[in-house]
């Protein structure tokens, strides 16, 4: 059902991105729709063992559940 209000939603906050008064909105609807179209950027976290920063990797596997 929720993707059924997605385009309604994104022109929501096109409008948004150019019309709202508060600046701060107009920043947030801009930032969403420039991550929603191109990604959100790649922060670097330490985690343990790192001492660069460097991206700690996760690979997502989607496996289907078997029918029973």
């Known amino acids: 059902m929720a993707r059924s209000h997605t385009e309604a939603s994104v022109n929501r ?39 660069e920063g460097t991206p700690l990797r996760v690979n997502l596997v989607y496996r289907p559940r078997e029918k029973k």
Do not use: C, F, M, P
């Open 13 to 51: 906050i096109e409008g948004l991105a150019r019309n709202a008064v508060s600046e701060a909105v107009r920043l947030d609807a801009n930032r969403y729709l420039l991550e929603r179209g191109w990604g959100a950027v790649t922060q670097k976290h330490k985690h343990s063992g790192d001492e």
